[in-house]
């Protein structure tokens, strides 16, 4: 028997908990998939090198709210390295 026969052979009383069940699973699918936003933490190291006496590694934490996925990646867009008269800055990011 075919999910449409049961509803269709269904006494009244019936038809409507099918409905209520149907209305509630498409709303529970429906928060499952969605991307849920919660604020992460970016966390970046700072190194310098090239040249004696330049500061000892600092770290820097960024606040950001989106999905875990794009979180993820606006942190890693942080990431850099630079090089200005022979001192090398690289900056490191990962969410935490």
Known sequence: MTILNIAINTKPGMKNTLRLFAAAALLSAGLL??????????????????QPGLPDPIMKEYTITDSK??????????????EI????????????
């Open 69 to 82: 996925k794009n979180a993820d990646k606006k942190c890693e867009d942080h990431s850099e390295t630079n």
């Open 33 to 50: 998939f969605s991307s849920c936003t919660r604020e992460f933490t970016c966390q970046c190291t700072i190194t310098y090198s090239g």
């Open 85 to 96: 008269n022979g001192i090398t800055t690289v900056e490191d990011c990962k969410l935490w």
